[in-house]
């Protein structure tokens, strides 16, 4: 599409759009306004309506009633096709990308080049994407599979995907929340650059600090309706934070103190290695406490996963032990383990931790159908079954329209939210948890750390393992920096700064400071 | 309204691909000179005018819903077994040698007992395929399809050698007291070959659909197909599943040999090729989509175009080949199915969006 400077000012407009799901009210008269060379925040509660509502704008669902305009004209959009020949490119929360494709034969699916005798242009076709790589400073590696390429990756395919279809329209559905920090930062930056282009941009971020960071105006929405749209450059993340949730939000986080117990984690010289016989964990000790919680910092890719894999029993290990109250574990079965009192939040949410075809009670019950009072024997119970998701939704605040709805039909944040219920509810005496909080809004963010806080006086054991440094600082007594594989340090979380984290995760090591125990 | 419309899909579709088979059915009897409207009148009369021919219906349906029922289940754990026919020819056999080799028990331990015969040789015979997959990742359609061959020459060998005495091509008929089919039932039914079998059917689809829904082993069949690795995050044995969801599926064949075993043929013969109930009961079990109700209407209609089909020929000079072109038809278009699906979506969407796309183009570029 063209960009003509004429009368109309605005790239994009909602007028009034509503959506219904049955009686559900996803979106409710939602108006929104979006100049080109604008980036405009949508902020809102997990499952407040945002990405239903961008779905509307890029012909994914149809709205209920109501209308969108492009540059000024009303359209009406019956498939992301329609939206995309209008210049309306959409990067989604959840991927679509074809595993076992490679990125550049995913980023010309559906648009294929084909020259006169229909024949794709492959040749053509690469330049094109080179050069928008290069342009916008989006490292790619064009004959890598997908299943291969980091998350990280994954997203800026995403991105030349909406740019190789020549979108002057871009929206962002929660892109940073799987990215680390550094990324977030490359990410900014390229949005900063798209806009000074004159495209005009819809980020969605449950980040204040982005928003703040990048948007002109933030349009924040509760249940489905606007609340307000406001300026950033005179607007608090305080101020932000109570427009979306109604209530004020503490960020601070309030560690009492707790008498730490028996050993509940003892991991010993573990080593574990992947499919490709890479060394992926290796002399990597570490023991938690009852009632300590121990943070896992370090960038995405030094171990991470085969860590908690292996501890968890989803990967072998190749070498070492493994004693979770006092019983060795080394190799058992995730059910051994769970029966063992291990709760277990996942990386990958859709991949291991739901069956999005499976049902809210289907879901809950993953861990524990086969034991009373959810079955006996052969048999499940399913009153049991759903009197407890019942609870346990209520409890943590997942917000659904009915038990029998797949899983997949949940927001982002909720499905999220689901997998907490499900494992802290079961008070599992060692919570190994992964990013929790990813993708939560706010006020999700501050219940659930409540909640974690909780375990821990219970007198809990928790490994938390996150790419966010802050949340690993709120919450942690002990912090350990994995590099490589290994711990390359570990002190209480007082005697650690930020830098001197940050320096342990790049891999080097601070010799002259006494309370850093470094591994060897 | 998410959830009706994929409810609504459910159904739409097979009534479609049903209609097409018939169409494309009724295009070639008109291109080779016979007449359609006739040969289908007299399609369904034969099915279902006469007593005779409803219990010939309800007869040919009968190993169907079996083998259906054996082949959505192995497809609800990600496997596709196209081993039914190897499966149910290994149940008749051995529900057949069984009765055989006990004439003088009573009919209350007979009957039943051959009946598990079957059940037990199905389930063996696709649990070497579950157990090939499940330890060393075999693909199960290529092991099911050699075990199919192995399941016909070994049984015809069977058959000449050890159940006759003189190379005879077809055994003795079973027992009296182990046969489906009675004088009562014959009666009723003008002579025709219904058999209890269906009671045993319809009983079959309440449990499979009661295990599916209402089980530990339900659940983890399910989960495995749907996400396998959820499945093993939740602490389930991929392998015991798998396994398991393969015996069941065979079990469920093999009865349906053994259907035709004690009451359709009620004896064992030397077969040329494998027995349609094996691949009629994928094109069954597909066209129902996998639901256990779905699986008796699409089994009966199975049956009706089968047994109707016979009439066409006999009232007219219609070959029967052109009611087997129908029958593929159909299976085609349930094969179809996903194009089906993806048409009536286009159809849906492209009414009126062309027009309004043309014309907010336009609009942008004012
Ligand atoms: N296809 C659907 N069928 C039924 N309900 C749905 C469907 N899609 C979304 N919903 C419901 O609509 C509400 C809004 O969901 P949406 O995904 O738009 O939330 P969101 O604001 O993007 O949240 P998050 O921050 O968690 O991603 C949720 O309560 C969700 O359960
Ligand atoms: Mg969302």
């Not at chain 1, 299943?147 to 994954?154: F, H, I, K």
């Not at chain 1, 449950?206 to 002109?216: D, I, M, P, S, W």
């Not at chain 2, 009968?62 to 149940?91: E, K, R």
């Not at chain 2, 072109?325 to 993806?342: K, L, M, P």
Request: aromatic letters at 6%; proline letters at 3%.
């Amino acid at each position: 599409m063209k960009q003509e400077q004429t009368n109309h000012n605005y790239a994009i407009e909602m007028k009034n759009l509503t959506k219904k799901f049955g009686n559900f009210v996803a979106n409710d008269r939602i108006s929104m306004k979006i100049k080109s060379g604008e980036i405009h925040g949508l902020l809102g509660e997990n499952g407040a309506g945002k990405t239903t509502l961008m779905n509307m704008l890029s012909g994914i669902l149809k709205p209920s009633s109501g209308q969108i305009l492009v540059n000024g004209k009303e359209v009406h959009l019956n498939s992301a096709k329609d939206a995309t020949n209008l210049g309306i490119g959409m990067v989604h929360q959840h991927f679509m990308l074809v595993q076992n494709f490679t990125v550049l034969e995913n980023i010309m699916l559906g648009i294929e080049n084909t020259s006169f005798f229909g024949i794709l242009n492959r040749q053509e076709a690469k330049q094109k994407v080179v050069n928008l790589s290069k342009k916008y400073g989006l490292k790619l590696d064009l004959n890598a599979k997908i299943e291969d390429v980091s998350v990280g990756m994954q997203q800026r395919v995403e991105i030349i995907k909406v740019l190789y279809r020549n979108a002057d329209i871009l929206i962002f559905d929660e892109p940073t929340a799987v990215l680390t920090p550094q990324e977030v930062d490359e990410l900014l930056e390229t949005l900063k650059l798209l806009a000074s282009e004159g495209k005009a941009i819809i980020l969605i971020s449950h980040k204040l600090k982005e928003l703040k960071a990048v948007a002109n105006k933030t349009t924040i929405i509760r249940r489905g309706k606007v609340i307000n749209t406001v300026d950033m450059a005179n607007t608090s993340p305080e101020v932000l934070a109570e427009m979306m949730v109604g209530r004020k939000i503490n960020f601070q986080r309030e560690r009492k103190s707790v008498k730490t117990g028996k050993e509940v984690l003892k991991i010993t010289n573990l080593k574990v290695i992947n499919e490709q016989k890479i060394v992926k964990v290796h002399d990597f000790n570490l023991t938690i406490h009852a009632g300590e919680i121990v943070g896992l910092a370090g960038i995405d890719g030094n171990g991470q996963s085969e860590l908690v894999k292996s501890l968890t029993g989803l990967k072998p290990i190749e070498s070492g032990k493994v004693l979770i109250n006092d019983k060795d574990l080394t190799g058992a079965s995730p059910r051994k383990i769970t029966h063992n009192g291990v709760g277990h939040i996942p990386e990958d949410r859709q991949r291991f931790g739901l069956i999005l075809q499976m049902n809210l009670v289907e879901n809950a019950s993953l861990q524990v159908y086969n034991q009373p009072p959810y079955s006996h024997g052969l048999f499940l119970e399913p009153k049991a079954m759903v009197k407890m998701t019942k609870e346990i939704l209520s409890d943590y605040d997942v917000r659904y329209s009915d038990l029998s709805e797949n899983v997949g039909a949940l927001s982002g944040g909720n499905q999220q939210k689901l997998i907490i219920a499900r494992e802290l509810s079961r008070n599992p005496s060692l919570l190994i948890a992964v990013n929790p909080t990813r993708g939560l809004d706010v006020g999700a963010v501050e219940f659930i750390h409540s909640q974690i806080l909780k375990a821990r006086e219970m007198g809990n054991a928790i490994l938390l393992i996150s790419y966010e440094l802050e949340e690993v600082q709120q919450l942690s007594d002990r912090i350990a920096v994995i590099h490589e594989g290994t711990i390359v340090g570990q002190a209480k979380n007082e005697d650690l700064t930020e830098s001197e984290i940050g320096l342990l995760m790049a891999g080097e090591k601070l010799e002259n400071k006494e309370e850093i125990i470094h591994a060897h | 309204m998410r959830i009706k419309k994929v409810r609504l899909g459910g159904i739409s579709v097979p009534l479609i691909s049903i209609f097409l088979g018939l169409v494309v059915g009724a295009i070639i009897m008109l291109l080779s000179g016979f007449n359609p409207l006739i040969n289908y009148l007299n399609l369904f009369s034969g099915a279902l005018g006469t007593p005779n021919a409803i219990g010939e219906v309800f007869r040919s349906a009968t190993p169907l819903i079996l083998t259906a029922l054996g082949f959505s289940i192995a497809n609800s754990a990600g496997f596709f077994n196209v081993g039914l026919s190897g499966q149910a020819l290994a149940g008749w056999l051995a529900s057949v040698w069984f009765a055989l080799s006990f004439p003088h028990l009573p009919g209350f331990i007979l009957l039943p007992g051959s009946i598990i015969m079957g059940a037990l040789a199905g389930a063996f015979w696709s649990g070497i395929a579950g157990f090939l997959r499940a330890y060393f990742g075999t693909s199960e359609v290529i092991t099911t399809i050699m075990l199919n061959y192995i399941s016909l020459y070994g049984t015809n060998a069977i058959v000449k050698g050890v159940l006759t005495s003189s190379d005879a091509d077809s055994t003795p008929l079973v027992p009296i007291q182990a046969r489906l089919r009675t004088p009562f039932l014959e009666k009723l039914t003008g002579n025709s070959t219904f058999h209890w079998g269906i009671v045993i059917s319809l009983f079959m689809v309440f449990v499979i659909w009661w295990l599916m829904k209402k089980t530990t082993l339900g659940f983890e069949i399910r989960s495995v197909g749907m996400n396998e690795d959820a499945a093993r995050y939740a602490g389930m044995s991929t392998k015991k599943t798998i396994i398991s969801a393969m015996l069941l599926s065979g079990a469920l064949a093999g009865l349906g040999g053994a259907m035709e075993g004690l009451g359709n043929f009620q004896n064992i013969f030397v077969n040329t090729s494998l027995p349609d109930i094996g691949f009629d009961g994928m094109s069954v079990s597909l066209l129902a989509t996998g639901n256990p109700i779905g699986i008796i209407f699409s089994a009966l209609l199975f049956g009706i175009l089968k047994i109707g089909g016979l009439n066409i020929s006999i009232s007219s000079n219609t070959p029967s080949e052109i009611v087997n072109i129908v029958i593929a038809s159909v299976i085609f278009f349930v094969g179809a199915n996903y194009i089906i699906q993806y048409l009536i979506s286009k159809i849906k969407t492209n009414h009126n969006s062309s027009k309004l796309i043309s014309n907010s183009i336009k609009g942008g570029h004012k």
